[in-house]
T-cell receptor, first 114, second 109 residues
């Protein structure tokens, strides 16, 4: 039990669809993250939120749109994706930003874009 | 650029010891993390090193040399359940984690 949940666990969508990924953390953490994990590649940090405010956007295409309504919930809105966007999308949280703050990960959403 | 290098795959025998190496070049250093990720599951935290030396935690130990840009994760008394990917990550000067691609560890009976 990691305390970070993600839904859905699997998602298949066409390039013209719009869908949203949801993440919820039950740990009372202040920072939340979206990562993309592709096979045999390093985790790619997409977005960082601290106290609901976005602090990082690592050159992510605008077809990915994050939303953080409160410190416990994080969404990733998807529209007009490309097949190369197929990957595992991981949400994580940490107590705060900064040193020694280990990140707790959710189980991920396996996304397939057809 | 920033870079984390670790072997793609390693194989070891149940009951043995294995060392997984990680070398890094990053803009600044605010600590090094090791995570374990079983297939189809979330990464889970194993260790954090910010000072040089060895940190021991049960069967797992992690070593850091900041001057060499080098760390290793040592797993003793290997068990079949240790079959997983092991991810090395460095926190840079902007407090962002830079991740390696992971080392897939295969344990054979």
């Amino acid at each position: 039990e990691t305390g970070v949940t993600q839904t859905p666990r699997h998602l298949v969508m066409g390039m013209t669809n719009k869908k949203s990924l949801k993440c919820e953390q039950h740990l009372g953490h202040n920072a939340m993250y979206w990562y993309k994990q592709s096979a045999k590649k390093p985790l790619e940090l997409m977005f960082v939120y601290n106290f609901k405010e976005q602090t990082e956007n690592n050159s992510v295409p605008s077809r990915f749109s994050p939303e953080c309504p409160n410190s416990s919930h994080l969404f990733l809105h998807l529209h007009t994706l490309q097949p190369e966007d197929s990957a595992l999308y991981l949400c994580a949280s940490s107590q705060d930003l900064g040193t020694s703050n280990e990140q707790y990960f959710g189980p991920g959403t396996r996304l397939t874009v057809t | 650029g920033q870079n984390i290098d670790q072997p793609t795959e390693m194989t070891a025998t149940e009951g043995a010891i294995v060392q997984i190496n990680c070398t890094y070049q990053t803009s600044g250093f605010n600590g090094l993390f090791w995570y374990q990720q079983h297939a189809g599951e979330a990464p889970t935290f194993l260790s954090y090193n910010v000072l040089d030396g060895l940190e021991e935690k049960g069967r797992f130990s992690s070593f850091l040399s900041r001057s060499k840009g080098y760390s290793y994760l040592l797993l003793k008394e290997l068990q079949m359940k240790d079959s997983a990917s092991y991810l090395c990550a460095v926190m840079d000067s902007n407090y962002q984690l830079i991740w390696g691609a992971g080392t897939k560890l295969i344990i054979k009976p």
